[in-house]
């Protein structure tokens, strides 16, 4: 069994920045995939960005150039740095961990994910 607590989340003006983390207790595995989705109100859970066992990132298009995932594997901890945030960008935003490799040439294959967190709000302001 996997908990994922992530933390973060605030309301900010557009242009403003927050970093979500997201720390990970319990099982432990050598190849695994840590993502970020997001679910914007009143639509479904989309995803954000995922970072796998090798350190191989990818960003979806509308956050590419604003949001950087990372990863502190020895703090078993995931990050979203968000940069240049927009209105659109008001979600809650949620960690997970599949068990499993996602990231392949540049390719994100968005397994289904074994592990979410709670969800952290995010909200950005005209």
């Known amino acids: 069994q996997v908990r994922l607590l992530e933390s973060g989340g605030g309301a900010v003006q557009a242009g403003g920045s927050l970093r979500l983390s997201c720390v990970a207790s319990g099982n432990t595995y050598s190849s695994y995939c840590m993502t970020w989705y997001r679910q914007p109100p009143g639509k479904g859970r989309e995803g954000v960005a995922a970072i796998d066992s090798d350190g191989s990132a990818v960003h979806v298009d509308t956050v590419k150039g604003r949001f950087t995932i990372s990863e502190d594997s020895a703090k078993n901890t995931l990050f979203l740095q968000m940069n240049n945030l927009k209105p659109e960008s008001t979600a809650t935003y949620y960690c997970?961990?599949?068990?499993?490799?996602?990231?392949?040439?540049?390719?994100?294959?968005?397994?289904?994910?074994?592990?979410w967190g709670q969800g952290t709000q995010v909200t950005v302001a005209t």
């Open positions: 997970g961990l599949t068990p499993q490799r996602c990231v392949e040439d540049g390719m994100w294959t968005s397994y289904e994910v074994t592990y």
